[in-house]
């Protein structure tokens, strides 16, 4: 008796086609923070923000900003500040 020899049929992968992005709109990531500093009697002092670029300060009351580059608030920081502890 003469045995029959089995080849299998050799399956091509097919590439999955790509997924469908979703096209929704959607929120970006916040480039600023937003920081209300109070005194000891829940009084506005001024307000904080941080930006990539650098800090900024509005005293209370205020509609103007100063601001301070990420290199000027270094060297302010090491000449007038206090070492911390985290």
Known sequence: MATKKVTKVATAK?????AKKNR???FSPSKV???TIV???GKTVG?????PS???WA???????????????DTLAKEQGKKQKK
């Open 59 to 73: 005293p209370s009351n205020s509609k103007v900003w100063y601001g301070l580059s990420l290199d000027q608030l």
């Open 39 to 41: 005194d000891a009697e």
């Open 33 to 35: 923070q937003d920081t």
């Open 24 to 26: 929704v709109n959607s």
């Open 47 to 51: 307000h904080i923000r941080v930006k």
């Open 14 to 18: 097919v590439a999955a086609a790509p």
């Open 54 to 56: 650098g800090v900024l």
